[in-house]
């Protein structure tokens, strides 16, 4: 599975920004598809994650209801909405597939190449 991630750029606080990752060269009926995101210098953090086959999703305790992700089977694509963003949330974003359903990037064997989202106060 490759995944190509795109949709990042710079906004201001109180904006929005959609991400969209583009899998291709697999099945994902048993996928998890996750997005991440690092800040210059901390960890690896999870942002959400979604079950390809029944679309369940779960996300990291700082969304607070301000992102939601969704694939589209037509596609092959899990998006990332994100509403109401801070500066906080500046960071590269990257999407990622596996087969556990888990937060931790570990259970991620497929990543994309990050995207930058920048948000200014």
């Known amino acids: 599975v490759q995944l190509q991630a795109s949709g990042g750029g710079s906004v201001q606080a109180g904006g929005s920004l959609r991400l969209s990752c583009a899998a291709s060269?697999?099945?994902?009926?048993?996928?998890?598809f996750g997005w991440f995101r690092q800040a210059p210098g901390k960890e690896r953090e999870f942002v959400a994650g979604?079950?390809?086959?029944?679309?369940?999703?779960f996300y990291g305790d700082f969304v607070k209801g301000r992102f939601t992700i969704s694939r589209d089977n037509a596609k092959n694509t899990v998006s990332l909405q994100m509403n109401s963003l801070k500066p906080e949330d500046t960071a590269v974003y990257y999407c990622?597939?596996?087969?556990?359903?888990?937060?931790?990037?570990?259970?991620?064997?497929?990543w994309g190449q990050g995207t930058q989202v920048t948000v200014s106060s």
């Open positions: 990622a597939a596996g087969s556990s359903y888990s937060d931790t990037p570990r259970a991620y064997n497929r």
């Open positions: 060269g697999g099945t994902f009926s048993s996928s998890v």
């Open positions: 979604i079950r390809w086959s029944r679309a369940n999703t």
